[in-house]
């Protein structure tokens, strides 16, 4: 089913559990094309477990709900199914992938999503040399391609190498979780520039983060709050920085008695 009025990511009532233990109790939210959606809530809140749950990891079953992309059912594909609908998640902490190169891991990536996109594959050449383009823009020595998948990277250069795959592999959506963690200033600002540039292009974001002037920086649409495995709070940059000045609990608190008040 394809529609041009509904939301590009629509999330509806997503409960997600890790073994015995439901995480995501109830999800819903919406992220238009092109826009951009914070995503905050305390350690534990389970905003990790709503990109690997919508990535498609096999360890987080969704046991009811709903999430589309473009209008495609995301919960029956499996994760390179999701990657070629037009979904990119990045990791919190990535992950070494010993013995296999970095250009090719990732060259391979860039060619499954463009043939679903019904566009001719890359060869050796051009990935090369838009892989190297990319990689400067994010600060990323070009001697970075030609090792094994984050094989004795640091954090930032892991953070990197994810922006570097966001970059070239074009995504309709992307889910970046604490990309800012473990990167430096410089780092931090190429964020903000790859995620402004690609939102012209209209990629649509779903950021997790708790670094406010980040935040600041990136413009949101929106801001959200999950807590305990449910959006308890939407609002704009103000939700931000209030979360920011008060910390999450003292937030909750006045959150909640707000609602009883009301
Ligand atoms: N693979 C896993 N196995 C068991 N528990 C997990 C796993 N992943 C996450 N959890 C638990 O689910 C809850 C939510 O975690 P997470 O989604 O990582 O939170 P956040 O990203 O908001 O800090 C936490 O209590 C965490 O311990
Ligand atoms: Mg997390």
Redesign the pocket.
Known sequence: MMSTHSALLQVRDLRVD??E?T?LQSVTMDVPKGELVVLM??????????G?ALAGHP??HVASGQALLGGTDLIPLEAHERARAGLFVSF?APPDVPGVKNNLFIRTAINAVRQARGEDPQDAFDFLSGAKAAAKELGLPATMLSRPVNEGFSGGERKRNELLQLSLMKPKLAML?EIDSGMDVDGVRAVVKLVERMRGEGTAFII?SHYLQMIESLQPDRVLR?DAGRIVEEGDIELARGIARTGFKQHAAAAAAATVGA
């Open positions: 890790i073994g233990r995480v809530g305390a350690n534990g809140s389970g905003k990790s477990t709503l690997m360890s987080y919190q979780d997790v999950l």
